[in-house]
C-alpha cells in the first residue's frame, strides 16, 4: 500500500487481532522490528484492559476509599506504561520498519478508538467531580496525577503517529492530526468520509472549533482538553501561511500553564530564566516549558517580522547545515518544522549522493548509500524555530536586555542582572530565577560572572588551528554533472576547504576556509581567486562564472572550547549551562545546529524520566550529548599543523589513531561499508568509536586495498 493517509490508517484490518493470531510461517519469518511491534502491542492490550476495569469500577460508585485509591494510583502507573510503550516504539521503530510491517500484515493502529473514547469520557467524568468520595485533598492529588498521565500518553501517542506516517498537511502522506484526534474523542460521526470537519478550510488546516477545558475549581485536577490542545502540541496547529492559533491553558487563578504537562509535579522547576533566545536558548525553552511554572528568554537583539541576520549572531551571514541528527531532532522536538522549512524553500541533500566531496586525495564516489542534510541559511531556520516555540506558547520573551551577571552565591545561583542595551549601569534590574539556563553562545561570560561571585569556575578544553573561513553569497546555475554543491575536505595534509551549498531564493552559499596565516580575502574577484587554490579545480570553474551578490565575511573564531561546568566540586545550584556556551566546536565542520538540537532532545529525556532530574543531572546529559560531536572536531583538529590547545590529542596512542583514520579516509571514496559508518560519525548519528569497534569496518579498513581514486566527480 502506497500513500498512506490516516482515512485508511485507521480501518486497516488488524493482525494483532486475538482473532487473527500469528501462524507458526509468519513467526519464523518475523523480523526483530516486527517481533517488537507485536509485543508491545500484546502488553499494551493488557494494561489498557486492566485501567479499563479499575475505572469502570471507580466510575460506578460501589468502590470504598482505600479501594479507590488504590485504583487510582495502579490506573496512573499503568498509564505511565502504556506511554512508556509508545515512547520505546518511538525510539526503536524506524518509520522504514513501520511502513514495510504495515504493507506487509495490514496493521497499524494498536488500539481502537472507541476504548481511546471510553476512557477520556472516564477519566473527564472522574476529575469533574465523579461522586462525593472525590472531593477530598487526596483524591484531588490523585485524578490530577491520572489526568496528566491520560494527557502525555495521548501526546505520546499523536507524536508517535507524526513519526510513522510523516507530517505533510494537504498530501496524501498526511498524518491527519486532527483528524486523530476527533477520532479519538469520538467526535466525528463516520471515520470513513475522508475528512474530518475541523480540517476545513483552503490549506487543510483550518482553526478547530473545539476549546481547551478550564480547570475545575472544585478538585483541582485538569480535565483532559479537547482535540486543539494536542494538536497544538503535536503539530503546531499551522494555520495560513504557518502561523499558530493557540492558545495556553488556564489554571484557576488565570496564570497561563505549560503548553504541556510536567512529567509529574516533582519535577516542576519553578521559574527559569534562559540567557539567549538563539537557536539553543528557543530550543531549551521549548523542552523547559513543559516543566516549569514560567519561563523567561532574554534575547539581546530585537527579533524581525522577517528572516534576516542578526548582530548577536555573527554566524548569521554563513554556510549552515543540519545534519541528518539534527533534523531528527528536530522533528522530534518541533514536528512539522522541516516541512515548513522545506516549504520555504530550504534545499534538502543527500550527502554525498548530490555533492561532489573531495576527501584524502580523491572525489567519494556517489553511488554510496546518502544520508540527507538540510541547508537552509541562519535567519531563515532561526525565524521558523522562534516562530515555532513563541507564537502561542506561554514563554515570556525579553528583547533588547543584556545580562550583566548572576546573583546568588558559590555554589547557588537565584537569578541575573540585566540592563537595556544601550543603557547604563542605572538601568540595572533583578531578575529571580530557579534555574538559569546560559544558551548565549560561544562568547558566553559565565565563567567570569561565577568568578566574581567567588564561586569555582570550570575547566576549559582548547583545540585551536587558527583556521579562518570566509563566507560569500552568489547567483549562478547549478554546478554540472547534476550536483548541487561541493565539499572540498581540509585535512591536515591539504589544509584549504570549501563549501558550497544552496539556500532558499535561489542564492549558493560559498564558504572558503584556510589554515592561520591563509585566510580567504574579503574582495570578490580575489575571494573566487583563492578558490583556484583548492586540491581540484571543479568549485573554482563553476565560482569563475558566477556572479557574486555582495562582498565575502570573515570569521575566525574556530576553536573548539568545551567548559566543563559538570565536573564543578559539589555542582551549581540554579544554574545549567547549553549549546555553544557549553561546547562550542569549529563552525567548519557544521555541526553546532544539530549539536544544540541533541542537547534539547536529552534534556527532555532526563525531564521525562520517573525520576526527577537534579540541576548536576541536566548538566551531565548535556554534556554527554555533544561529546561525540567534540571527539569528532579535535580529533579531525588535533593533526593540523601548528595547532594549539590543552586538549590537542597527541603522543603514541594518538600517533596510531591518526593513522588508522588515515585508513579510513583512504577507504571511505569507495567502500561503501567504511564510508556509511563514517558518514554516521560526521553526521553524529553513532559514536567515533564505533569506527575502532565494527569488525566489518576494521576488516576492510586495515585488510582491503582502498580501491582506485577518481578523477572527477562520479555520477549516481
Known amino acids: 500500500m502506497t500513500s498512506p493517509n490516516y482515512t485508511s490508517y485507521l480501518h486497516l484490518r488488524e493482525l494483532l487481532d ?47 476509599e482505600h479501594c479507590r485509591a488504590q485504583r487510582l494510583d495502579r490506573a496512573t502507573r499503568l498509564v505511565g506504561s502504556l506511554e512508556g510503550h509508545l515512547t520505546l516504539l518511538q525510539r526503536t521503530l524506524p518509520r522504514e520498519d513501520f511502513m514495510l510491517f504495515r504493507d506487509r500484515f495490514g496493521t497499524a493502529s494498536g488500539l481502537q478508538s472507541k476504548q481511546f473514547h471510553e476512557l477520556f469520557s472516564l477519566v473527564r467524568k472522574l476529575t469533574h467531580g465523579g461522586g462525593e468520595d472525590s472531593t477530598s485533598v487526596a483524591d484531588a492529588e490523585r485524578l490530577t496525577g491520572l489526568d496528566n498521565a491520560v494527557r502525555r500518553w495521548r501526546h505520546t501517542h499523536l507524536e508517535l503517529v ?37 480540517d476545513a478550510g483552503a490549506d487543510g488546516a483550518g482553526p478547530s472549533t473545539a476549546q481547551p477545558e478550564v480547570a475545575d475549581r472544585t478538585s483541582g485536577a485538569t480535565p483532559i482538553s479537547g482535540d486543539a490542545e494536542d494538536i497544538e502540541r503535536v503539530q503546531g496547529a499551522q494555520g495560513p501561511g504557518g502561523a499558530r492559533h493557540s492558545r495556553p491553558l488556564s489554571t484557576s487563578a488565570g496564570r497561563p500553564v505549560p503548553s504541556s504537562a510536567p512529567s509529574s509535579e516533582r519535577s516542576r522547576l519553578g521559574h527559569v530564566v534562559v540567557v539567549g533566545g538563539s537557536v539553543a536558548g528557543l530550543l531549551a525553552a521549548q523542552v523547559l516549558v513543559r516543566h ?16 534576516g541576520p542578526r ?49 584524502a586525495g580523491q572525489w567519494i564516489s556517489r553511488r554510496n548509500p546518502s544520508q540527507p542534510i538540510l541547508t537552509p541559511s541562519r535567519p531563515l531556520l ?28 558559590p555554589g547557588h545561583i537565584t537569578g541575573v542582572a540585566v540592563r537595556d542595551r544601550g543603557g547604563d549601569n542605572r538601568t540595572r534590574q533583578e531578575i529571580e530565577a530557579d534555574l538559569v539556563v546560559d544558551a548565549s553562545g560561544r562568547s558566553s561570560r559565565t565563567p567570569a560572572w561565577l568568578a566574581a561571585l567567588g564561586a569555582q569556575v570550570p575547566v576549559e578544553e582548547v583545540v585551536e588551528t587558527g583556521r579562518a573561513y570566509a563566507t560569500c553569497v552568489f547567483h549562478a546555475d547549478g554546478p554540472p554533472e547534476d550536483l548541487s554543491g561541493f565539499y572540498i575536505v581540509p ?28 585566510a580567504p580575502p574579503g574582495d570578490p574577484e580575489d575571494f573566487v581567486d583563492f578558490a583556484g587554490r583548492l586540491p581540484h579545480s571543479a568549485p573554482h570553474k563553476w565560482l569563475a562564472s558566477a556572479r557574486p551578490a555582495g562582498r565575502p565575511v570573515g570569521y575566525r573564531h574556530t576553536s573548539n572550547r568545551r567548559r566543563r561546568y559538570e565536573r564543578l566540586a559539589g555542582g551549581t545550584a540554579g544554574l545549567l549551562v547549553v549549546g555553544d556556551a557549553l561546547c562550542a566546536l569549529n563552525p567548519v565542520y557544521g555541526q553546532g545546529l544539530s549539536v544544540a538540537a541533541l542537547n534539547a532532545v536529552a534534556l527532555d529525556e532526563a525531564l521525562g524520566g520517573k525520576q526527577p532530574a537534579t540541576v548536576a543531572a541536566l548538566q551531565r546529559v548535556a554534556f554527554r550529548s555533544s561529546r561525540s560531536a567534540w571527539d569528532v572536531a579535535i580529533g579531525a583538529d588535533s593533526p593540523m599543523p601548528g595547532v594549539t ?13 591518526t593513522r588508522y583514520l588515515g585508513r579510513i579516509r583512504e577507504h571511505v571514496p569507495n567502500d561503501p561499508v567504511v564510508c556509511s559508518a563514517n558518514r554516521d560519525v560526521l553526521f553524529l548519528l553513532a559514536p567515533p568509536r564505533t569506527l575502532v569497534t565494527s569488525p566489518r569496518v576494521l576488516r576492510r579498513a586495515l585488510l582491503s586495498p582502498s580501491g582506485p581514486a577518481a578523477s572527477g566527480p562520479l555520477t549516481p
Open 292 to 307: 516549569a511554572e514560567q519561563v523567561t528568554v532574554l534575547e539581546r537583539d530585537q527579533y524581525g517580522e522577517t528572516p
Open 645 to 657: 590547545g590543552n586538549a590537542v590529542r597527541s603522543g603514541p596512542a594518538a600517533r596510531l589513531l
Open 491 to 518: 585535512d591536515a595534509g591539504q589544509p584549504l576547504g570549501a563549501i558550497i551549498l544552496p539556500a532558499e531564493s535561489g542564492r549558493w552559499m560559498v564558504t572558503l576556509s584556510g589554515p592561520r596565516g591563509q
Open 18 to 64: 486475538l482473532q487473527r493470531p500469528l501462524t507458526p510461517a509468519d513467526q519464523q519469518d518475523l523480523r526483530d522490528s516486527e517481533r517488537l511491534f507485536i509485543v508491545v502491542h500484546q502488553a499494551s492490550e493488557t494494561l489498557l484492559s486492566q485501567v479499563m476495569v479499575d475505572l469502570r469500577h471507580i466510575a460506578a460508585g460501589g468502590c470504598g
Open 382 to 409: 532561526e525565524h521558523h524555530i522562534r516562530r515555532r516555540v513563541l507564537d502561542g506558547s506561554p514563554i515570556r520573551v525579553r528583547t533588547g536586555v543584556e545580562v550583566t551577571g548572576l546573583l546568588g552565591r
Open 311 to 359: 548582530a548577536g549572531v555573527p554566524q548569521s551571514r554563513h554556510t549552515h547545515v543540519l545534519l541528518t541528527s539534527g533534523m531528527n531532532a528536530l522533528d522530534r522536538l518541533l514536528p512539522g518544522l522541516l516541512s515548513a522549512l522545506s516549504d520555504a524553500g530550504a534545499p534538502r541533500l543527500a550527502v554525498p549522493g548530490d555533492l561532489g566531496v573531495w576527501q
Open 162 to 198: 507524526a513519526h510513522m506516517l510523516g507530517d505533510q498537511r494537504g498530501s496524501a502522506e498526511t498524518s491527519g492530526l486532527r483528524f486523530l484526534a476527533a477520532r479519538l474523542d469520538g467526535t466525528l460521526d463516520d471515520p470513513r468520509a475522508g475528512g474530518c470537519p475541523v
